[in-house]
């Protein structure tokens, strides 16, 4: 809680620093603590979108509240096109906020 899954067919050089900033980067956007923030990273993934498989990625946001997606949307792409160097057109996001009886951490539900 919040969970970041980012999906794209570009091989990512360096994984872990993606993840770090990644998790840095959602966790001051959703002002969410860090160490409460995952992050799942799938790269070279066979993916194709608006008709070709130029760079693109996919990246799902879940989260027990705190998701604004008209207020999130263009830094979150603004972040992704230039970590990963994929147009903004390229770059869908999925937001999903989840009921805190839904989601456990620590053997136990968050409400």
């Known amino acids: 809680m919040p969970l970041l899954n980012i999906s794209t ?3 990512i050089k360096d994984e872990q620093m993606l993840l770090s900033k990644s998790s840095d980067f959602i ?3 959703l002002n969410k603590p860090e160490n409460f923030v995952m992050v799942k990273l799938n790269d070279s993934a066979q993916m194709y979108f608006s008709g070709s ?3 693109c ?3 799902e946001i ?3 509240g705190s998701l ?3 207020k999130m949307s263009k830094s979150i792409c603004e972040f992704f ?3 990963l160097e994929i147009p903004i057109d390229r770059i ?3 937001f999903q906020n989840v009921d805190s009886s839904m989601w456990a951490w620590n053997s136990r539900t968050f409400g």
């Open 68 to 70: 604004k997606p008209s």
């Open 62 to 64: 879940k989260s027990i």
């Open 92 to 94: 869908y996001i999925y």
């Open 27 to 29: 966790s001051s956007l």
């Open 9 to 11: 067919n570009k091989e």
């Open 57 to 59: 990625c996919f990246i």
């Open 53 to 55: 498989n130029e760079p």
């Open 81 to 83: 096109s230039s970590e």
